[in-house]
Nanobody, 123 residues
Framework: QVQLVESGGGLVQAGGSLRLSCAASGRTFSMYAMGWFRQAPGKEREFVASITWSSGTTVFADSVKGRFTISRDNAKNTVYLPMASLKPEDTAVYYC????????????????WGQGTQVTVSS
């Protein structure tokens, strides 16, 4: 069982930066691949980025490539999503998710989810 808690969201102007964090409970955090997803009002949840348990492989949605990164600190049971050059279209609730056997872009393959943190980018 893994419990996830996101933090770091807020209001930022276009062009600004934020760093989201996702703290996980459980001793086996290091065995899980982690993903970040987002959902804007009236839209479906979409993939943002993912990272394997060893940090060996990261994947990004085309819309965030070159602006967002993803990293994890298994000793701290935390995964991070530093976001730069933010745009109004990045406004959404951001969720982190964990999977024991999948690190791709399909949300249904992730078993554990956090409650989300709001990111609002003003123009």
């Amino acid at each position: 069982q893994v419990q996830l808690v996101e933090s770091g969201g807020g209001l930022v102007q276009a062009g600004g930066s934020l760093r989201l964090s996702c703290a996980a409970s459980g001793r086996t955090f290091s065995m899980y691949a982690m993903g970040w997803f987002r959902q804007a009002p009236g839209k479906e949840r979409e993939f943002v980025a993912s990272i394997t348990w060893s940090s060996g492989t990261t994947v990004f949605a085309d819309s965030v490539k070159g602006r967002f990164t993803i990293s994890r600190d298994n000793a701290k049971n935390t995964v991070y999503l530093p976001m730069a050059s933010l745009k109004p279209e990045d406004t959404a609730v951001y969720y982190c998710a964990a999977s024991q056997d999948y690190s791709g872009k399909y949300a249904y393959r992730y078993r554990y989810w956090g409650q989300g943190t709001q990111v609002t980018v003003s123009s």
